[in-house]
């Protein structure tokens, strides 16, 4: 059974000294009691896109990203709690850390389904009152009915009413409790995450976010309905607070804009770039920077130019398929704006590396899809594409539709809970020949070396600054360096063509290009031999038990 938490009946004492507060903007809840508060960001499942075949090249690196989510709660509990922080990426929690704390917050996605589970069955051994926020369990609050405390939607007043309970009560409650957001914090008074907490080191590349919701309905995306389709932002002054707690955490080299769409207002993220420009310049340009955009971006010069001023290197664009039917079926006519290819060339001028999404398993996919999809990749030159089979996420008009057509299988033995048109085991074999034949590494590394001809040398020239010459930037380069020669062009099983890329890479001294390749293709190349041996899911939502 649940309750509904509206409000309590309790005053809420006000802090007098507001510049403290996390949000200045809003009066700050002081807490009556002390309590330990344990977050916990549960392990996530391999897939292609947390880059794991590269941390072995990598030295401390053992995760992909900071989980911003739990850390800006962290940030935003009350400042006299003592918080602990711990990505089960890195480390499992202990059953000493359970017992220091007095409650335990997780968050996560559907695909950490089980593991945010097995927490809360970990944390109620030890007596502990559990909470469960973010995107899971805010589109799908039925996954948990363990938990003790159920925050849905985003920061906003339900956070505030369940810091107060939690500081009222001591006890597990009887039943689970919802808090429910119906007024969300603006993205401008969030606080910056707790960057203190975590050791970016560890992570292969950090991240910050800009902006929350996109104005576009793709059929299979829950963005617009988890986070709406009017984009709101963050300040400048606010991401630009954000970089510098990150370069007091940790020697990071890139970071990646998480935005829904880092063009849904492209107003705003022209407002952002002189901003970012200018701490590049003032900082010496220290890391490169990564967004996902709409493929339209491509018909804004005025803010390529921009970003390719402020350094932004990699763009994520979700092109999901080359044929234009099947745009129009799944939405996504905002990629009919102009010729595919022709914007993937207008974004390499601009220095940009294109990544693309791909799904497989589509309504008007045809046994001639896999050609049509590979002769794509092959036309287009993108080296890394996030090949996947379509999985209906819930709150999706996908759902909706597939649920009307009876068409959703809830089996975990499958790839999909998809009833696709064509066969399943079809698609799957079509989805399996299209990754590693994309990934073979003669392929691959055609189109890294069209890149690195073609797109990296259209890049701003950065200064050999002191924050990119420092010893510890270059400890890391020789380390990645050192590993990459010796496990992949000694040890390797395709060394001999990764030699044929790292003899001109190395003769011409161009040994960041080298690292980058070196790293991310290796993992690509890794991760579609264990697709064709059946130990990678095909999709990255599958529930499916992996080895």
């Known amino acids: 059974m649940t309750v509904q938490l509206k409000s309590f009946q309790n005053q809420i004492p006000v802090a007098t000294d507001l510049a403290s507060a996390p949000n200045p903007k809003k009066a700050r809840y002081v807490p009556l009691h002390h ?12 897939s292609f896109g947390t880059f794991h075949h590269a941390y072995p090249l990598m030295g401390n690196v053992r995760a992909f990203m900071p989980p911003q989510g739990i850390l800006i709660v962290a940030a935003y509990l009350p400042q006299e709690w003592e918080v602990r922080f711990i990505d089960e990426n890195l480390h499992p929690a202990k059953t000493s850390d359970y017992q220091w704390a007095d409650v335990v917050i997780v968050s996560g996605m559907h695909i950490q389904k089980p593991q945010i589970n097995h927490i809360n069955q970990l944390a109620h051994q030890q007596g502990k009152i559990t909470v469960l926020g ?37 006890q597990r409650p009887s039943q689970q409790i919802r808090f429910e957001t119906q007024e969300r914090l603006p993205l401008s008074e969030f606080p910056t995450p707790a960057y203190h907490l975590v050791n970016l080191n ?47 955490s940790g020697n990071i080299g890139a970071v990646y804009f998480v935005d829904d769409n880092f063009v849904g207002d492209r107003r705003a993220t022209m407002q952002l770039l002189p901003h970012l420009i200018d701490w590049q310049k003032r900082n010496g340009y220290p890391i490169q920077f990564a967004c996902e955009a709409t493929l339209n971006l491509a018909q804004s010069p005025k803010l390529l130019e921009m970003m390719r001023e402020a350094y932004f290197c990699t763009v994520f664009c979700g092109i999901e398929t080359p044929e234009t039917e099947a745009l129009h079926s ?15 060339k207008v974004l390499n001028s601009y220095g940009m590396e294109v990544v693309s999404g791909i799904i497989i398993g589509l309504d008007t996919d045809t046994p001639e899809t896999a050609d ?41 033995s499958r790839e999909s809970n998809v009833e696709f048109l064509m066969p399943y085991q079809q698609v799957v074999e079509m989805w399996r020949r299209c990754i590693t034949e994309a990934y073979q590494p003669e392929f691959l590394y055609q189109r890294f070396a069209y890149n690195m001809e073609h797109t990296y040398p259209n890049r701003i020239a950065v200064p050999n600054s002191p924050a990119r010459t420092s010893w510890a930037n270059i400890r890391k380069g020789l380390t990645y360096l050192t590993n990459i020669l010796l496990r992949v062009g000694v040890f390797g099983n395709y060394r001999q063509t990764f030699w044929q890329m790292a003899k001109p890479a190395l003769k011409s001294g161009n040994i960041e290009s080298l690292i980058h390749v070196g790293l991310v293709g290796h993992h690509l190349i890794q991760f579609a031999q264990d697709c064709a041996a059946h130990t990678e899911s095909a999709s990255f939502y599958s529930q499916k038990i992996r080895r």
């Not at 007043?157 to 810091?163: E, G, T």
């Open 35 to 46: 309590r330990r508060i344990l977050c916990i960001f549960p392990k996530y499942s391999r």
């Open 134 to 170: 973010g995107p899971s369990v805010s589109g799908c609050p039925e996954y948990y009915p363990d938990f003790d405390i159920l925050h849905l939607g985003e920061l906003g007043d339900a956070s505030d009413r369940m810091i107060e309970y939690l500081d009222q009560h001591h």
């Open 202 to 248: 560890h992570y292969f590349l950090a991240n910050v976010q800009f902006s929350s919701g996109c104005p576009y309905r793709c059929e299979f995306c829950d963005i617009p309905e988890l986070y709406g389709r009017n984009p709101r932002m963050k300040t400048p002054e606010q991401v630009l607070a954000e970089l510098d707690a990150m370069l007091e």
């Open 330 to 344: 799944i939405s996504k006519v905002q990629n009919l704006s102009m010729p595919i290819l022709e914007a993937v």
């Open 372 to 412: 049509r999809i590979l002769e794509f990749i092959r036309l287009s030159q993108i080296p890394m594409l996030t090949i996947n089979l379509l999985h209906a996420l819930p709150r999706t008009p996908l759902w909706r539709r597939l649920e009307a057509e009876g068409r959703l299988v809830f089996d975990d």
